[in-house]
C-alpha cells in the first residue's frame, strides 16, 4: 500500500515515549498485536487483520472515531523489526504514516511513538488546525501510551509517559521529572 496525501492539507505530527517495568520483547508483541489497541487507544472502536498477520506487509482495517465522526482506515505495517522498531501508514480518510521504537532501558523498555496523521476530509481537516489540536492530539497519545505502559507491565504505578527523547543521545534514568 502506498500512502500518498491527496491533498496539500498539513497535517499532525505528534510523539511521546513511555517508560515501563518490562523486556522490550513484551512491549513490541504488544504493540504488534493490533486487534488489542481498542483496550488502551482511545478512539480504537474496532481492528481487523485483512492479510499478513504478525509481521510486515501486514494489511488491516481500523475503526476510528474522532470529534463524534466515525472512520475506517487503512493500515500496513511496513517494517517490524523485533523488539526493536515498528513501522506503518495510514490510507483513506485519515493518512500518514507512524514508528514506535524501542529500547531496553533501566530495567525496562523506552518506547518511543510518533505519528503523522493528515484528514483528507476538508470538514476534519479544517478542525484540526493549530496548536490547541496539535495539544489535544499530544494529550491524546500521553493518555494512550499510559494505559498501554499499564496493560503490558501490570503495573501501572511505574509507568512513566512524557514527550519522546530521540534515541541514539545519552539519557539519564527516567523519572517523572525527566519525562
Do not use: Q
Amino acid at each position: 500500500m502506498n500512502v500518498a496525501r491527496s491533498s496539500k492539507i498539513r497535517g499532525i505530527d505528534v510523539g511521546a515515549g513511555v517508560f515501563a517495568p518490562v523486556a522490550p520483547e513484551d512491549f513490541f508483541w504488544a504493540v504488534l498485536d493490533v486487534r488489542g489497541f481498542p483496550a488502551w487507544a482511545p478512539g480504537v472502536r474496532r481492528v481487523e487483520v485483512l492479510s499478513g498477520e504478525g509481521g510486515a506487509g501486514m494489511l488491516s482495517e481500523w475503526e476510528v472515531s474522532f470529534l463524534g465522526f466515525r472512520r475506517r482506515v487503512l493500515s500496513e505495517l511496513t517494517e517490524a523489526e523485533a523488539p526493536f522498531r515498528l513501522r506503518w501508514t495510514y490510507a483513506g480518510p485519515v493518512e500518514g504514516w507512524g514508528t514506535c521504537s524501542l529500547e531496553g532501558y533501566g530495567g525496562g523498555t523506552l518506547a518511543e511513538f510518533r505519528t503523522e496523521v493528515v484528514l483528507s476530509d476538508p470538514l476534519l481537516a479544517r478542525l484540526i488546525r493549530g496548536e490547541a489540536a496539535r495539544s489535544a492530539a499530544r494529550s491524546h497519545l500521553r493518555r494512550s501510551l499510559l494505559r498501554l505502559g499499564g496493560l503490558v507491565s501490570g503495573d501501572g504505578a511505574r509507568v512513566l509517559v512524557g514527550p519522546g527523547t530521540g534515541f541514539g543521545t545519552p539519557k539519564p534514568v527516567p523519572t517523572p521529572e525527566t519525562l
